[in-house]
């Protein structure tokens, strides 16, 4: 079931926005192959009869009164920022193209 | 005076602060100059908070005020790093957070701070709590207190392995997987995961959201009751916070060493997980041992099965990795922690990439490449949804087994500590050693671990855990205090005071032969 390909991990690795070098790559594609072998026994035991849980007490609804909380400042959001302008985030271009 | 200090309870510490025999000011410094004389080898913590003889003198000026003071007031506790805690550094054991102070403290911490307690400082774990060693952590693993060579459990093997090494005596965990029971196993320790949405989750950073739940670590039951006293109950701020009141845990803990507790108390011994490939022969012996013990204080021990369980640890690390992957799309180099920019021009799609390859560390990436696969398009329902059904078995098994009996047992790891090194390149059998945590944490029921004895092949620590019905925790408390004084009366001391010293001078003198 597994057929896991390096060009697969370098796309994954791509939508996980990790920029994994060809080494990892190499070494992630062989280890995942391992791991989802062991894991892939899942689908066995799952039968259509079963319905899934995705949480294990689940609670419904849980709203609070429609009012302003305590939220952070500017400051303390930006405090651990990499680079900001003292009221924004300063992030590279978002474009490639135009720059 | 120092030595009996940081060898007490938290519950004899909290009492001898009360009746002002010692002051916070001298609890708080012996502790830190136990950190100061061994972490040098243990490495638990990642931080030590500067602060902290500032805050034991507050709570002793508000003792000498009058003022009216919990429990636990100016008792030392070490935090895992994976809480956010405002003044000090929050990293999760990650590089991409190095140097982080969050705006913010969890709700947990906050509730440690306004009962009083006095943060010591931060301690070790596995990156983003992935791991079951602390060999994962970007800052160097943590060393078991037992045998220096050998690895304290993870992910929480800091918080562990500090009150082990009597460098705190009580901590906080989180647990997602076994993270606070199995360190607690292998450094002859207890630790509990409450039920899920018992403690906020609330400024803890998300490994897996539907998993994890924060608890306490300590020497004794008594004391990880007196600390989920202190952290438990409803929060606001976290949507899967249970609204419960919930009992005094302290109180179950010492109706448990009231002794009679167990009588009468059905107990069942989970087949899948209780031994069988994989169980250190040791950790047998001592189980059998005290269902034994258990047996002759008037418990109806019987076995129960729970077959789904077989899949719970491939459930597990299907789901575990999903939710990690979009939990840790959030370090995008925008809001907190590292940067790094690529040569030449580059979008910040170019420095995200660049930042998460240089910032996240081999198991990271593993398990957020393994969970993007096991959600992508094509391959979701073989294996997420496959994974979420198995979580409804493994529930349905845990309600048929209390229709049957009080608590469930089994060993809380199949092995005792191995060295470090052993298995950090092989990650399915690093997986393997939360094989009778997880299915727990897929419940969403609670679960402590309590020493049971050291294996005879070894001499290391191993662990008896205790599962209960979701919302009583209360009974973890009752038969685990029972269970922990029927063993300590058997050998006539704790466990934990078989540890080896650890002191550099003590060392140096054995191995002179002064001692």
């Known amino acids: 079931m597994s057929e896991i390909t390096r060009e697969q991990v370098e796309h994954l690795a791509g939508l996980a926005r990790i920029a994994l070098t060809p080494d990892e790559i190499e070494r992630l594609t062989g280890e995942l192959v391992q791991i989802v072998d062991s894991v892939a026994k899942v689908s066995a035991v799952a039968t259509d009869d079963v319905p899934a849980t995705s949480h294990p007490i689940p609670l419904e609804n849980v709203t609070r009164p429609d009012v302003p909380g305590e939220t952070l400042t500017a400051e303390q959001a930006l405090s651990g920022a990499p680079d900001h302008d003292g009221s924004r985030f300063r992030v590279t271009a978002i474009l490639g193209e135009e720059q | 005076m120092t030595d009996s200090l940081i060898r007490s309870t938290a519950a004899q510490l909290g009492e001898a602060l009360a009746a002002r025999e010692v002051s916070s000011v001298e609890v708080t410094q012996a502790h830190l100059d136990r950190i100061a004389a061994v972490d040098g080898d243990v490495h638990a913590f990642l931080h030590v908070d500067a602060t902290a003889l500032a805050t034991a003198a507050d709570v002793d000026r508000r003792r000498a005020a009058g003022e009216p003071l919990g429990p636990l007031a100016g008792v030392p506790i070490a935090i895992k790093d994976v809480l956010c805690t405002v003044g000090m550094p929050s990293t999760s054991g990650s590089k991409i957070l190095e140097g982080w102070v969050p705006p913010y403290d969890a709700t947990v911490v906050a509730k440690l701070k306004a009962a009083h307690l006095v943060p010591l400082g931060k ?128 109180d179950a803990a010492r109706r448990g060493m009231a002794g009679g507790a167990l009588q009468g108390v059905r107990i069942g011994v989970v087949r899948e997980i209780a031994g069988g490939d994989g169980f250190q022969e040791g950790v047998r012996t001592r189980f059998t041992e005290a269902l034994e013990l258990l047996a002759a204080a008037g418990a109806e021990i019987v076995e129960v099965s729970a077959p789904s369980f077989e899949h719970a640890i491939s459930a597990y690390y299907l789901i575990l990795p999903a939710e990690a992957s979009s939990n840790l799309a959030k370090f995008d180099s925008v809001r907190f922690g590292l940067r790094v920019v690529p040569e030449g021009r580059s979008t910040v799609e170019d420095v995200m990439a660049a930042t998460r390859e240089a910032g996240f560390g081999p198991e990271v990436k593993r398990r957020i490449v393994l969970g993007t696969y096991a959600l992508s398009a094509g391959y979701y329902d073989a294996y997420y949804g496959s994974a979420q059904k198995v979580r409804t078995l493994v529930q349905r098994d845990f309600a048929a087994a209390f229709e ?23 990650p399915l059998s690093m997986y393997l050693n939360d094989l009778t945590t997880i299915p727990a944490n897929l419940a969403g029921v609670p679960g402590i671990t309590v020493p049971m004895g050291l294996a005879p092949e070894d001499g290391l620590p191993t662990g008896l855990q205790f599962m209960a019905p979701a919302r009583q925790d209360a009974r973890l408390y009752e038969y685990g205090a029972a269970l922990e004084q029927l063993l300590e009366q058997r050998w006539g001391h704790t466990l934990i005071s078989r540890a080896p010293d650890l002191t550099p001078t003590e060392q140096h003198a054995a191995t002179e032969g002064a001692v």
Do not use: C
């Not at chain 2, 049957?404 to 092989?426: H, M, R």
């Open chain 2, 123 to 250: 301690t070790n774990m596995d990156e983003f709590a992935m791991g079951s060693s602390t060999e994962y952590s970007a800052y160097g693993p943590t060393h078991n207190p037992w045998s220096l060579d050998r690895i304290p459990g993870g992910s929480g093997g800091g918080s562990a392995a500090a009150v082990a090494a009597f460098e705190a005596p009580i901590a906080l965990g989180s647990d997602t997987g076994g993270s606070i029971r199995q360190p607690g196993a292998v450094t002859g320790t207890v630790g509990v995961k409450p039920t899920y949405g018992g403690v906020s989750r609330y400024g803890a950073i998300a490994l897996a959201s539907s998993l994890d739940q924060i608890g306490p670590v300590s020497r004794t039951v008594l004391d990880s009751a007196l600390v989920h006293d202190v952290i438990g109950g409803h929060d606001p701020r976290d949507s899967t916070s249970l609204r419960d009141e919930w009992p005094s845990f302290a």
């Open chain 2, 404 to 426: 049957k009996v009080d608590v469930l047992v089994s060993p809380s790891a199949p092995t005792t500590a191995f060295p470090i090194g052993e298995k950090v390149d092989d």
